[in-house]
């Protein structure tokens, strides 16, 4: 399993003119701890709203690059918008969602995706060409992602130290993935120091 | 919609005249009949960007990014897509984002459909409740106004503000295959 903050900074450590909107929960937190930025936007409430937020930027600014970056719940509680980004297909978009499977806000209770939802499928049936970094043979798509994804994915089979993944990934090289493919899913193990009760 | 036999109404043409004057670059939007044709207008205009929704609280997140990435929007609903919209209304609020709202009523002249009576009757309420100021249009003479009025309180005032267009300006629903 990846650590969700290590992921997220891996994937921003080299943002250049990266526009980013993160999800209310841990991610924002998590895009606020790498430090703050003027291309940030960060959801504290909103929720679900977070992938639209990015759409409507990437209309706007056709010529930079927009990250969404949010959780399993926070995603699950905006699917219809999926659909909607699946219609538009804006090319300088990306929704890369941290799967860790619950609702870290209120206390870590199980999300939809401990049971059997695959959110993955759900975006790819929307019409996105959609990938998770979880396993090798779901990688393999990343053709021209190179290192990255398969790092990645050698992460979660060999539960290696997650700090590895900002040492050796090519973070460009994630971006690109997730801009290609729109639609990425990181698999994401709970960091338990992190745990935020909020009601 | 219009009555059967008489002339298309021509105000949703001024009200695209008005949305393009204020150089409105998204519309959000999920089908209407009410909106019908300025949806169709707002699709044909290449210098917007039309987005179908699958709930109106997707154009609250749409309008906020737009705003975010320098851009106006507007959201054409119904009173009942209101009702989606509440919590996510807070995203407006929050951050002081501008907010442009068309609303074609329902519930309240002539309506057929029961279930468009609960939200149609508290749409006005709930919009003042959750801070949007309301303008009303009940005439076809003052819809072009009220929504350049609306959008200057909107863009300029920094507000976010709804006019909400009579059931009887729209006219009863003609039933189409």
Redesign the interface.
């Known amino acids: 399993m990846l650590d969700r903050r290590a992921a997220i900074g891996a994937l921003l450590a080299d943002r250049r003119d990266l526009l980013v909107?993160a999800g209310l929960g841990s991610t924002t937190y998590d895009l606020a701890s790498l430090g703050d930025d003027d291309r940030n936007?960060y959801?504290w409430?909103?929720?679900?709203?977070?992938?639209?937020?990015?759409?409507?930027?990437?209309?706007?600014?056709p010529n930079l690059r927009v990250v969404v970056v949010t959780g399993d719940g926070e995603m699950l509680m905006?699917m219809?918008?999926l659909?909607?980004i699946g219609?538009?297909k804006p090319k300088n978009l990306a929704v890369v969602m941290f799967d860790n499977g619950h609702y870290g806000e209120t206390g870590m209770q199980a999300s939809h995706t401990q049971g059997g939802v695959d959110l993955v499928s759900v975006a790819n049936v929307l019409g996105r060409l959609c990938d998770v970094c979880r396993s090798t043979k779901e990688v393999e798509r990343f053709d021209d992602a190179g290192e990255v994804a398969r790092f990645v994915v050698d992460d979660v089979d060999h539960d290696l130290a997650s700090r590895r993944v900002s040492e050796s990934a090519s973070q460009r090289g994630l971006v690109a993935a997730a801009l290609r493919v729109g639609f990425l899913v990181v698999s994401c193990l709970f960091v338990s120091d992190e745990l935020w009760l909020m009601g | 919609m219009s009555e059967p036999g008489s002339p298309a109404p021509t105000w949703p043409d001024e009200i695209f005249a008005v949305l393009r004057r204020s150089e409105i670059r998204q519309v959000g939007y999920v089908p209407d009949a009410g909106h019908a044709r300025l949806i169709e207008r707002c699709r044909a205009e290449p210098a917007m960007k039309a987005v179908v929704l699958t709930t109106e609280e997707e154009g609250i997140g749409l309008a906020a990014g737009a705003w975010l990435g320098g851009q106006r929007a507007a959201l054409l609903m119904q009173s009942s897509g209101v009702g989606n919209c509440i919590n996510m209304l807070s995203l407006a609020k929050s951050c002081r984002f501008p907010l442009l709202l068309l609303v074609t009523m329902r519930g309240e002249w002539a309506e057929f459909n029961p279930w468009q009576v609960p939200m149609g009757s508290i749409t006005e309420a709930s919009l003042r409740l959750a801070d949007v100021t309301t303008h009303r249009v009940d005439e076809a003479a003052s819809a072009a106004e009220t929504v350049a009025a609306a959008a200057d309180l909107a863009f300029n005032g920094e507000l976010a503000v709804a006019v909400l267009i009579g059931q009887r300006l729209i006219g009863r629903k003609r039933w189409v295959e």
């Open positions: 909107v936007f959801l409430g909103a929720m679900g709203g977070a992938a639209m937020i990015g759409l409507g930027l990437a209309l706007a600014k905006g219809g918008s659909a909607t219609v538009q």
